[in-house]
């Protein structure tokens, strides 16, 4: 608590011979300040909410051994989306054609567009299936698990990408492919 000395003179007289009394500074005592602020720390410790970590939620099908047990897609309702390295996207819909003729170069501006395209043309029927290759970064992986959220397709793989695919995505990054 706050105290004041009020011990010592109490009449003002002027004049000569008179000694001038000591001005006393007042002294604070901050002992409850600290009890306070503690009490209000805790306070704001115990009344507050943990925040929980986002994580986007997979669901992960069972894994089938026999052929006959997996789902199969219709080619017209795929796009197969493959991540190369430096933010390159290739993509084929389908399958890939033996000469490579319907795999295509894009970026990640427009692949938005791609697969809204699509899914307007299959319907409910889009599987996406995203393949990246060992050059691709994590970063590219989750912008484009970010694609699948945004553009709500609910219906995507990821699958190791195949040596062929990685052969064209390297041919067509400017790379030598790598010998068989």
């Known amino acids: 608590m706050a105290e004041m000395d009020t011990s010592g003179g109490g009449g003002h007289k002027k004049g000569p011979g008179v000694k001038k009394g000591k001005k006393l500074s007042t002294r604070v005592d901050?002992?409850?300040?600290?009890?306070?602020?503690?009490?209000l720390i805790t306070?704001?410790?115990f009344t507050t909410t943990i925040s929980q970590p986002t994580a986007m939620r997979l669901a992960l099908p069972d894994d089938k051994v026999k052929e006959?047990?997996?789902?199969k897609i219709k080619q017209s309702g795929a796009l197969t989306i493959l991540l190369g390295k430096d933010n390159n996207i290739f993509y084929y819909e389908g399958e890939l054609a033996p000469d490579a003729s319907n795999f295509k170069s894009s970026n990640f501006k427009d692949i938005r567009k791609v697969i809204i395209d699509k899914k307007q043309q299959a319907d409910t029927n889009l599987v996406?299936?995203?393949?990246p290759n060992d050059e691709s970064t994590y970063k590219n992986f989750i912008d484009i698990l970010d694609e699948m959220s945004i553009n709500v397709v609910k219906r995507y793989a990821v699958v190791d990408i195949s040596p062929?695919?990685?052969r064209y995505v390297r041919i067509t990054e400017g790379e030598a492919p790598p010998e068989q």
Do not use: A, H, S, Y
Request: net charge negative; hydrophobic share 55%.
């Open 164 to 166: 062929v695919e990685d």
């Open 128 to 131: 996406v299936v995203i393949k």
């Open 68 to 71: 006959e047990d997996q789902n």
């Open 30 to 39: 901050l002992t409850p300040m600290v009890d306070l602020g503690f009490l």
């Open 43 to 45: 306070f704001f410790v």
